[in-house]
């Protein structure tokens, strides 16, 4: 749904990125837009980072991506609203994932798959470690009750059925059916499979054929693998499918093959392939515990940057699914509170209260929800030296934790509110990590310091008391406002100014300003002059032309001269749609202006002044 709060923002980020004939899909994570462009040489990255509301602009890992922050979710919304833009929160499109290297393509696969269950395995997880807390901890909870089975049910529940959730986002990543994937992966999971298991490794036989039985349970290579074979499968199928028959032809060819096929060799090879990576990791952190720590917690924050940590979290998840345990969400949690400590010696140490404000506003979702982007873009990559810290303080608190080989039994987002996954034997070693990346960090930050402005101007800056000019921003026949055939700008309910009958398609600018938007359709422009906020509509109800007879000339964020040309536009178009063609050239924000005089002239260019202000 359309939200009038973020609706400028959604207008200059789309403008922006390229347009939207630009745009060919675009998804969002936690914190950021994740735009797949066309030509990411069309895009304006200066003006998107004047956005107050934009704390970084990445380009990496397929994507051109806008770091919006906490509200990102709502921005998303705004622009589907706005725009006829191809998306899915849950997948990328395929010409992302044609882009970048082998490796770039498969965490961007791995991460369209994982991302959207991931809140789920967040909340189950929650469930199991604070069980953990009732019954292992305190002893308060009778493991043989009804309300620790109902409530164990609802932690297992994500982690059991694990390859059903990851059939049907793989489907949705790798474009096939998802009820097909869901009906292959479910089949091994059901009683007449599991009840052929005795022991894992048995081999039994189809059609004579051995077939090597596993749990796949909790399993996460085999439904990926799976899938990934079927959706090629299935393209191959509707080649020679009628399409008459399509409907119980297809599922059933599918089923035929995939299941034995899956059970033979997917299967196997992808518990083969999970248990390897598994193996491989936990000898790593074994053997050296603390290098890795000091890798992984120094290192994280700039898989986070270009977007690519999502990438990764399948081992974690494989981990808690295979063992019981990870021992990288532990070294991943030194460099969530590195970045709360960054955020933190910032606020101690600035001496302008906006910064102080911001360090503090970023800390509490990264303290408390394990967000660290805000932090990153608008506090450490900002000031420099609280980068620095920040890896330092990172890598210090991870080599810690690796060394003190310390373990999550579920997988969470690292936060203060999230300590209960990382309850056990090794807690003490967590809590100390932690405590030292946060503490490192926010000292190192302050010692270090940062060159920032004492005094940095308002958002909003006074509009000067000196009598300023505005010029008319086209040439034509001078109207009054009350005149306009439409009462929303008669009425001066859009704000105080005139109205130009015009002789040429051609909208100039009336003040030396900044382009504050371009309606995506062309016809209104708004400008911005020391806070004089000025908007330039071209024609009554001429949105609904959609942009035909339009050529915006400028780009939002643009400074611009009085006198420059801004737009052009065909008069001849708008007249045979049956619109009419009058400009209002408006200043929106009159509760800050004082209007001194209108010009009585009748016929006006864009050299002569027609409206006299100032602040008041």
């Excluded at 399948?314 to 070294?331: E, K, Q």
């Excluded at 505005?470 to 700008?489: I, M, Q, R, T, W």
Aim: hydrophobic share 50%; proline share 4%.
């Amino acid at each position: 749904m359309i939200s009038k709060k973020y609706e400028n923002l959604a207008q200059s980020i789309v403008q922006n990125v390229g347009g939207l004939e630009n745009i060919v899909s675009l998804t969002h994570c936690v914190t950021r837009l994740r735009f797949c462009l066309k030509d990411d040489n069309l895009t304006n990255q200066t003006a998107l980072e004047e956005l107050t509301e934009v704390l970084a602009v990445v380009r990496g890992n397929g994507q051109y991506q806008v770091v919006i922050g906490n509200m990102v979710e709502d921005v998303f919304d705004t622009i589907l609203s706005l725009y006829p833009i191809k998306s899915n929160k849950t997948t990328h499109s395929d010409e992302m994932q044609k882009t970048g290297n082998i490796i770039t393509r498969a965490l961007n696969q791995m991460s369209a798959i994982l991302l959207p269950i991931v809140t789920a395995l967040a909340g189950a997880g929650m469930i199991k470690a604070f069980l953990v807390i009732l019954t292992v901890t305190f002893d308060i909870l009778d493991t043989s009750g009804s309300t620790y089975k109902i409530l164990n049910a609802a932690g297992n529940s994500v982690f059991y059925f694990l390859p059903l959730f990851l059939a049907v986002s793989s489907a949705k990543a790798f474009k096939c059916n998802p009820y097909i994937s869901l009906a292959i992966v479910a089949a091994l999971l059901e009683p007449n499979f599991t009840s052929l298991i005795q022991n894992v490794g048995d081999v039994v036989d189809f059609i004579g054929i051995p077939v090597v039985m596993m749990k796949y349970t909790g399993t996460l290579i085999p439904a990926i693998l799976a899938i990934l074979v079927y959706a090629k499968l299935e393209r191959w199928l509707k080649t020679f499918i009628p399409k008459s028959i399509e409907i119980f032809a297809l599922s059933f060819v599918a089923l035929i093959i995939m299941l034995p096929l899956t059970a033979m060799v997917i299967g196997p090879v992808g518990v083969l392939l999970a248990n390897g990576m598994g193996d491989f990791v936990n000898f790593v952190s074994t053997q050296s515990g603390l290098l890795t720590g000091m890798i992984i917690g120094g290192g994280w924050t700039l898989l986070v940057m270009f977007g690519i940590h999502w990438g990764v979290a399948p081992i974690m998840v494989n981990n808690i699914s295979t063992y019981g345990f990870d021992y990288i969400r532990p070294m991943v949690a030194a460099a969530t509170f590195a970045s709360s400590g960054a955020a933190f010696g910032v606020f101690l140490r600035s001496r302008n209260k906006k910064t102080k404000a911001f360090a503090l506003s970023t800390m509490v979702p990264a303290l408390l929800g394990g967000i660290t982007e805000p932090i990153i873009y608008g506090i450490s990559l900002r000031y420099k030296r609280p980068f620095i810290a920040q890896i330092i303080g990172g890598a210090v608190a991870g080599g810690f934790i690796g060394a003190m080989h310390t373990k999550a039994i579920v997988y969470v987002f690292p936060a203060l509110t999230t300590l209960p996954a990382f309850a056990g034997d090794t807690f003490i070693y967590y809590c100390i990590g932690i405590l030292i990346s946060f503490t490192v960090t926010a000292l190192l930050t302050y010692l270090l310091g940062f060159e920032e402005q004492i005094d940095e101007p308002k958002e909003n800056a006074n509009i000067p008391s000196i009598e300023q000019k505005l010029y008319a921003c086209a040439k034509g026949e001078l109207k009054s406002l009350e005149h306009v055939n439409d009462p929303v700008f008669s009425s001066k309910a859009m704000g105080e100014g005139v109205a130009i009958l015009p002789s040429v398609g051609e909208l100039y600018a009336p003040i030396d300003s900044i382009v504050d938007f371009v309606f995506p359709t062309g016809h209104a422009i708004g400008l911005n002059a020391n806070g004089t906020e000025i908007l330039l509509h071209v024609g009554i109800n001429t949105v609904e032309m959609n942009g035909k007879g339009f050529k915006v000339l400028v780009k939002e964020g643009q400074k611009v001269k009085c006198g420059e040309k801004l737009l052009e536009f065909d008069i001849n178009m708008i007249k045979e749609a049956g619109y009419d063609y009058s400009i209002m050239q408006l200043i929106s924000n009159m509760d800050q202006v004082k209007l001194l005089q209108i010009s009585e002239k009748l016929n006006v260019t864009e050299q002569d002044s027609i409206i006299t202000f100032k602040g008041r």
